[in-house]
């Protein structure tokens, strides 16, 4: 039987065909952005990331995959609907140009709401990757909170180059660590780092790191094979660029581990 080193059964993870880019799409590296719970800064995370590769001059899109409660283009003020061409859906671009698919951008009215059962979540998902016209060397793929099965479609039936794992610093987070890199682990996707979000706040008058959950243990990814590490502390400039729509002027360096690690990862797999 084959394991991994903490035992899990390996042999079982199901692995299926993965969806291709369409006819004409370019897709380079796929990066899904997950977490273990909801509302710890996944889409803020994903948002940033985006922002932060096109500035370094790289096509990025961003994949909207919480198809339920879709905050990518709120936090990039676009807006739908967007229309299809020869059968396949045009992303909208940001204002900086970076190409956007979300459930929202198909709607007339961004306020209705989606309700859907799981399966046909994760096949709008998978279209949203093989029919719409990309043309990214990142995708950088926001997910709904958890394990279950969006976050399975896209592990199982898209080619991903990495994973990237946010959590919030609370005594739970180790568990979701280990659960999260035992699922990358059984679907053969690198878990490429750990980004603990509102891990401190900074006090505006004298600069002090104020832990407010604690002091972190910033070796937990790597014990579980993590490579990287970043910490983003509460900021009242993310909450405030999210929720206006200005994600794209905001400039932090929270995240910049993060990045370098995804472009030399990335160089890496090209080079193999
Ligand atoms: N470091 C931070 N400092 C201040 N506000 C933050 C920070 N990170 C995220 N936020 C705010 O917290 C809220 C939740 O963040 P976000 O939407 O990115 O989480 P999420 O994990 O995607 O949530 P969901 O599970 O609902 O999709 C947002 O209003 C966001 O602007
Ligand atoms: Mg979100």
Known sequence: MAQNNSGTDTSK?????????????????????????????????????????????????ILDADITGPSI????????????????????????????????????????????????????????????KWDVDYLIIDLAPGTGDISLTVFQKIKLSSAVLVTSPQSLVSMVVEKSAKMAEMLSVPLLSLVENMAYVKCPDCGKKIEIYGHTDTEIGRRHGIPVFDQIPFDASIASAMDTGSIEDLEVPYLDATVHAIIQQSIEQDNN
């Not at 952005?33 to 370094?56: C, D, M, N, P, Q």
């Not at 306020?111 to 719409?132: H, K, N």
């Open 73 to 132: 283009p709120y936090a990039f003020h676009v807006c739908g609907p967007t229309y299809g061409e020869n059968g396949l859906i045009n992303p909208v671009l940001s204002k900086t140009g970076i190409q956007i698919m979300s459930s929202n951008l198909l709607l007339d009215n961004p306020e209705d709401p989606i309700v859907w059962r799981g399966a046909m979540i994760s096949t709008l998902i998978e279209q949203f990757y093989a029919e719409v």
């Open 13 to 61: 993870a199901p692995k299926l065909p993965k969806t291709s880019p369409a006819e004409g799409a370019r897709i380079a590296h796929a990066v899904a952005v997950i977490s273990g719970k909801g509302g710890v800064g996944k889409s803020f995370t994903s948002s940033y990331l985006a922002v932060a590769l096109a500035r370094k001059g790289y096509k990025v899109g």
